[in-house]
């Protein structure tokens, strides 16, 4: 049963179907090749619990709130303050798109959103001042995997949710790594700013600074007011959500005078539609892993893990492998 499972999720992969309608279908045919299993169950039973969770309604908010500060000069001041911070350094502009994935990740948590939001305005102006187009992209893109770490994550809300664990720990849990990961990706930022010989920006005066920060004051509320209501225990993770909703919607149009209501259909369809891809990846890994274990596929690889791997380094360096080659397949959709 696995063995059919695996072979049909392979086929559609590379037939470059999506990797929901891949697991979907997968999951399906292994089910109506073994008739032991019911595949009627499959829909009513995965993809209906999507709609019974409370918890899992604050991801598409969450994405709402980051696209809603997207759109509504968010990323500009954001942008503004990261280079009064970390602009005075050689290749300050690359250090303003790691500091800002940070910033941004704290409001979003979401990789998708976070190169969206922020690529629109670095990429142009780090060409402008004379940075390659190639490393422009490939940092935006990379620093963007950052925001499913930050608080608030969509990652760590579907993984709570799944594994019954507390939404709070797990925001408070991805603060600390994701600094490092940010620290993390300086590295090479400081190394290639070098070789390249990347320009400066003009260091801010303490009153200009005052300005930027008093301008971006507003932005940063938005992660504080998600935090520390959640970790205060004011409201749970999706009123926290829905909170940051409203934040957004009110916050940027009296402060940056955006987003204009004429964005607003839009901004709502391109939230439903990165929604809507999670949902239904959700619904069906769950119906793909189902029936794995039914299979008593888990039992076979842990015990063909442990003849191939006796030694405690080897079995550590398989795992990460197979961590490599899950993320690989379903990591990138879920941010």
């Known amino acids: 049963m696995a063995e059919t499972l695996l072979i049909v999720f392979i086929v559609f992969i590379l037939l470059g179907m999506p990797i929901s309608i891949a697991l979907g279908v997968g999951a399906l045919g292994a089910a109506m090749f073994y008739p032991v299993l019911n595949p ?11 709609s019974d969770s409370f918890l899992l309604l604050s991801a598409p908010l969450f994405i709402l709130a980051g696209n809603i500060a997207a759109r509504g000069g968010v990323a500009r001041v954001l942008i503004d303050l990261a280079t009064a911070i970390v602009g005075r350094f050689r290749g300050g502009l690359a250090y303003v798109n790691v500091l800002d994935s940070m910033f941004f990740g704290g409001i979003s948590g979401s990789a998708v959103a976070d190169v969206s939001a922020l690529g629109t305005f670095l990429i142009p102006q780090m060409v402008r001042k004379g940075y390659d187009l190639d490393f422009a992209t490939a940092l935006t893109v990379s620093t963007a995997v950052v925001a499913p770490i930050i608080p608030p994550s969509i990652i760590a809300v579907i993984y709570a949710w799944m594994a019954e664990e507390s939404v709070a720990a797990m925001f408070a849990a991805g603060v600390v790594p994701g600094l490092l990961i940010g620290i993390g990706m300086s590295v090479p930022v400081f190394v290639i700013a070098r070789q390249r010989n990347y320009p400066k920006e003009r260091p801010p005066t303490l009153p200009e600074f005052l300005a930027v920060f008093r301008k971006a004051l507003p932005a940063l509320m938005i992660p504080a007011i998600i935090m520390g209501g959640i970790l205060l225990g004011l409201f749970t993770p999706t009123e926290a959500a829905a909170v940051a909703v409203v934040y ?12 204009a209501l004429r964005e607003l259909p839009k901004i709502f369809a391109d939230s439903a539609r990165l929604s809507g891809v999670i949902g239904l990846i959700i619904g069906f890994v769950g119906a793909f892993g189902w029936v794995l274990t039914y299979s008593k596929f888990p039992m076979k690889v842990a015990e063909a893990i442990a003849t191939i791997a006796p030694a405690w380094w080897m079995f550590i360096v398989l795992i990460i492998a197979l961590y490599l080659l899950h993320g690989r397949l379903f990591g990138a959709p879920l941010t």
Do not use: D, N
């Not at 009627?40 to 999507?50: A, H, Q, S």
């Not at 957004?248 to 987003?259: G, K, N, S, T």
């Open 40 to 50: 009627i169950i499959i829909p009513t039973r995965f993809v209906g619990l999507l």
């Open 248 to 259: 957004a919607l009110v916050v940027p149009p009296i402060f940056y005078r955006e987003p």
